[in-house]
């Protein structure tokens, strides 16, 4: 009986990164080359990993972000449809505000709009007093995490709003 030894190098993030971006080139064929979608996954990556403390899940995070991106993208060229308006809240940290913005929305919304949030200088993890706020609206966080924001999710959205962060946000018209 032969023992099952785990494959370091299936578990580096290469690898993983790797992985992912062939399974998101699936999902956009027709759209978008493979080495773009394996440059949006790696950059995403990237651009988490700098403000991140933790990179047990990084690999992951960076393929939602990546499948976000590529997704607005699409949406905002017009090749692939949106159901319904976008709406992106922006702030400096994407810590608090803008995702208490989105979580409140995205509840009241009910699948009418699609929520977006980001941050022009995201930090490593939405702030805990944010949870446990929202926790007490029923609303749970756990899977939000900070993202950068980014041209694609702005071209996307169908209205931007800032929270009011004076000259540290990004300003859209």
């Keep these: ?41 790696f950059e995403s990556y990237t651009a988490l990993r700098r403000t991140s403390k933790v990179h047990t899940h990084l690999t992951m995070l960076a393929g939602r972000f990546a499948a976000d991106r590529l997704t607005a993208l699409a949406q905002s060229t ?6 319904v308006p976008e709406v992106l809240f922006i702030c400096v940290r994407n810590a608090g505000r803008s995702q ?12 009418r709009v699609h929520v977006r949030s980001a941050g022009s200088a995201p930090t490593h993890e939405i702030n805990p007093a944010v949870i446990e706020a929202m926790a007490e609206l029923g609303i749970d966080l756990t899977d939000a995490y ?28």
């Design 78 to 83: 017009g090749d692939a449809p949106k159901d």
């Design 100 to 111: 208490m913005a989105a979580a409140l929305l995205t509840r009241r919304a009910a699948g």
């Design 1 to 41: 009986m032969s023992e099952h030894r785990a494959q370091p190098e299936l578990l580096m993030p290469h690898a993983v990164l790797s992985r992912t971006a062939d399974a998101l080139s699936a999902k956009y064929v027709g759209i978008f080359s493979p080495q773009t979608v394996e440059r949006y996954v």
């Design 146 to 173: 900070p993202k950068p924001l980014t041209d694609d999710v702005v071209a996307a959205a169908d209205v931007v709003v800032s929270m009011g962060c004076g000259d540290a946000c990004a300003i859209y018209p």
